[in-house]
C-alpha cells in the first residue's frame, strides 16, 4: 500500500507562514512512484491559500474537522462539500482533541464521516485512548469499540483513512513501544475494511519515524508538531521513501 504523510496544523500560524510552509513542502515534495503520497491539514483560513499554493505540486490538502449536515443553520461550522469545493480531499474526524475539548461521541465522528464520504472527501477517522485507559489494560477494546462506532457505510469504497493516535502521545514528545503499536494496528487491520491506509500518530518526528514506518500495518503517520517545519515533515516522508 502507499504511504500516506499526514500533516495536521492544528491552529498555528498566520496566512503569510502558512503560504511559506505550503511553498517550502510543495517544492520538495518527493514525486516518485514509490514515495509516498503527502497531505497537510491547514486551519479553515488558511485552506484556499495553501490549496492555490499548492496546485500542481502533488501535495493534497484536508481540513480539520466537517459538520455532519451539508449545509443549515450551524454558525461557526464548515460542512463537507464546501471543504470538497475549496480543494480539500481529506478530512480528519474525531481527532482526539476534538472529542475531549468538544465532547465529540463515536455517533458525531461516523456521522462527520459520513458526511465527508457523501461530498467526495476521504475521513481520517482517529481513535487513541487515554493513558487511564491504557493502565487500566483496556487500549484494546477502547480502540475496537470507538472504530466499530466511528466507521460509516460506504468507508470502504471510499477509501477511508485510520489514524491510531493515543492521545497521551500527542504533543508529549511520547510514544507507545514498538510492540504496543503492532498489537494496535493488527487489531485495526483485523477491524477496518481491506485497503484501509492506517497511519500512526504521536509525537512523530524525523527521528523515530523510519521505526515507526517499519512496523506491520503501519501505512503511514499522522504529525503535529513536527509538521509545521517543512524540512522536519520533508524528511518524515523521505523515511517512507523506498531506500
Ligand atoms: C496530532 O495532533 O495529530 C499529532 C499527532 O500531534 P503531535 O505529532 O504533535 O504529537
Redesign the pocket.
Known sequence: MRPLIAG?W?MNGTIREAIALAESIGANAPRGEADPDLVVFPPFPHLHAVGSTLMGHGVAMGAQDCHAEPKGAHTGDVSAPMLRDIGCAYVLVG?S?RRLNHHESDADVRDKAAAAIMAGVVPVI?VGETMAQKAAGQSESVIQRQLQNSMPDRFSTARGVV?Y?PDW????GRTPSEEDITTIHALLRRLAPAGTRLLY????KAGNAPVILALPNVDGV??????LAAAEFLAIAAAASPA
Open positions: 495536521n492544528k481527532h482533541e482517529c489514524a493516535e502521545a500527542i504533543g508529549t500518530g504521536g509525537s512523530v499522522l504529525v503535529g508538531g513536527a509538521s
